[in-house]
């Protein structure tokens, strides 16, 4: 009996405390049925404050859901109004046996009111961004920014400034009719001693944070008087890092004849331009824009001409650009399909075609020379060994089939298509932005490469012993750079002479160079992609993150390693690199917590 009446007091007073909880919520119509009966013991003090710290919390997840969802209605204190918050009830609280067609009923509506919200929760996550915003839009979106006084009118004034001079992709002066520059080790390995002595002479210089969340891509602007760096990360964040600003502004000292330090004077002149010299003190300046919706950016491209656009691919199977000079951000490409993810891009040397590649084996061609509404757009299924098989990169185009492949894309043009089936899409992308017609890999594109028309179409493959992640032409365009889950860099010779017949090669193409490297990232570190640096006035070279968390340089010629950076504030892998195109020997490793961090020559 003492125990009946031990057991009986423990729920009267658990009843009592969720009915304190729901009437602190706001949620008191509720309780009418769960209230103790009279005579029973009340809260005591103690379940008082339990029932408070979980109506915290509770307040907090409620309120994280509502952040999410961007439309909830909040009360006066910033809580979740009752109106946006779950209602789900007991059967037991309400009187309701759990067997009944009353109970059965009322579980059924449960589950379907709990599948909505899931519902309308996915999408506010996944919801499309406008066709067009503006730079300030972006970033007032994101509340760092406004807890960090980074405003979007500094931001688009910085982004303009930079703009206001071309600074086009420097491009190699080799010709198909000039010989090797390194036709002989000797002068591969003198070309290796003098990137050696480069490096040698960088340090580390600053690191910032441009993101919050696991980096995925990465790009440096080629103004060559400034470090200024995009980063995109997994929650449609572009991230931009203004490495040379300075924090604050030093004071100006007279000296002891009472006139301003020449230093003082060299410091200000300095900050007319907007940059820092030295590297040793501060972080830089940083803003976040939500260019895509919340998911993770793939892929930052530079315009090659004039440097002033920023192209950005996300997996919410989207491209899109933005303007430095007019501080607006555009949509011109989508796929319907929320699987096919665009996994990489790339930009033609004219900056008028894109190339993008998708998780379901397609290969999109993007023309921008005509009107915007006359865009040609067209996608191929070239990937035809498995059903929808993801392509990682493109330049060249590695597929997780474990083969890397050399396209000819004059071909693809006379390749039968047919019209792209819109009418079955989705509603959530601008229509006009899909492509305009398909060619699948079993009806257009494999018959195609029987016919003696075509058979120059694929020109070479090179197998891989595991998942191809990555594969880029150098800046010279004769040498191809593979990372592979085998855990090897693969490093392949394409002279020019390979390719002049329009025809497949007819020896196998094995690798010049194997480098060992773990590129066993795992879950949550991104995928290994090695980077060629862009200058192309320095010999082949690039640079790829290691998991002892640091950044590795190797030689294109001989896979010598030529650096191996790593700071004590570096905790994380930098699985993410890019070294800059006009700068020789800066190089910015991004991580999974968002920070950015650099090494260069100190002047």
């Known amino acids: 009996m003492a125990e009946e009446n031990s057991y009986e007091q423990e729920r009267q007073r658990i009843i009592a405390e969720n009915a304190a909880l729901l009437a602190q919520l706001g949620l008191d119509h509720f309780a009418a049925s769960s209230l103790a009966p009279s005579g029973s013991r009340g809260a005591t003090p103690g379940d008082r404050s339990a029932a408070t710290k979980r109506k915290s919390t509770s307040t907090r997840s409620a309120s994280k859901r509502s952040k999410l969802s961007g439309n909830a209605e909040t009360t006066e204190d910033g ?86 001079r071309p600074h086009p992709k420097r491009v190699s002066t080799l010709k198909d009719s000039d010989p090797d520059p390194y036709p002989t080790k000797d002068k591969a390995k003198e070309a290796d001693m003098a990137l050696w002595d480069l490096y040698k002479a960088s340090t580390f210089l600053r690191t910032g944070k441009p993101n919050t969340e696991r980096v995925y891509s990465l790009t440096i602007h080629p103004d060559p008087e400034r470090v200024l760096v995009f980063s995109g990360d997994k929650r449609g964040i572009v991230g931009v890092w203004d490495a040379n600003a300075r924090d604050e502004p030093e004071e100006e000292t007279p000296n002891g004849n009472g006139h301003v330090k020449q230093e003082a004077k060299d410091d200000a002149e300095d900050d007319k331009a907007g940059i820092v010299r030295d590297w040793r003190s501060g972080s830089g300046k940083v803003w976040r824009m939500q260019v895509h919706q919340r998911s993770a950016i793939s892929c930052l491209k530079m315009d090659p001409t004039r440097g002033d656009t920023l192209f950005t691919s996300a997996y919410d199977c989207s491209i899109r650009t933005v303007s430095l000079a007019t501080g607006l951000s555009t949509s011109i490409y989508a796929l319907p399909d929320p699987d096919a993810l665009i996994n990489h891009f790339d930009i033609s040397p004219s900056g008028q075609e894109i190339w993008a590649v998708d998780s379901l084996g397609g290969l999109s061609h993007v023309d921008m020379r005509e009107d915007a509404k ?102 010279s365009g004769r040498r191809v750079l593979t990372t592979c889950y085998d855990d090897r860099i693969r490093v392949f010779n394409a002279t020019p002479g390979q390719f002049k017949v329009d025809a497949p090669l007819e020896q196998p193409w094995v690798p010049q160079l194997k480098i060992r490297h773990n590129c066993q990232t795992g879950r949550y570190v991104t995928i290994f992609k090695a980077q060629w640096c862009q200058n192309p006035e320095l010999a082949p070279h690039f640079t790829i993150g290691n998991m002892k968390k640091r950044v590795t340089v190797y030689s294109g010629l001989t896979g010598a390693m030529l650096a191996d ?39």
């Open 79 to 164: 809580a979740p109004a009752a109106s946006s918050m779950s209602t789900r009830r007991s059967t037991r609280l309400m009187g309701l046996k759990a067997d009944s067609e009353e109970g059965l009923a009322h579980l059924a509506e449960q589950a379907e009111r709990a599948k909505k919200e899931q519902e309308e929760l996915r999408f506010a996550e996944r919801r499309v961004r406008k066709p067009v915003m503006s730079v300030e839009e972006l970033v007032a979106e994101e509340e760092w920014n406004g807890d960090n006084d980074r405003t979007g009118e500094e931001l688009t004034s910085l982004l303009a400034s930079v703009a206001s």
């Open 374 to 475: 006359k865009w040609v757009r067209r996608r191929w299924v070239i990937s035809g060994q498995n059903t929808n098989t993801k392509i990682g990169g493109v330049g060249i185009n590695p597929s997780n089939d474990r083969t890397m492949r050399i396209w000819d894309t004059r071909h693809l043009d006379s390749i039968p298509s047919e019209p792209f089936p819109t009418l079955t899409a989705p509603s959530d992308h601008d229509r006009s932005l899909y492509p305009d017609t398909m060619s699948e890999w079993n009806e257009h594109v494999y018959p195609a490469m029987q016919k003696k028309k075509h058979a120059g179409l694929l020109r070479t493959e090179s197998p891989h012993d595991k998942s191809c992640s990555a594969a880029f032409w150098d800046p």
């Open 565 to 603: 950076f790593g700071h004590a504030s570096l905790t994380a892998v930098p699985a993410v690199t890019a070294t800059h195109p006009n700068i020789p020997g800066v190089v910015v490793g991004a991580n999974a917590s968002g920070k950015c961090h650099m090494w260069g020559p100190p002047e």
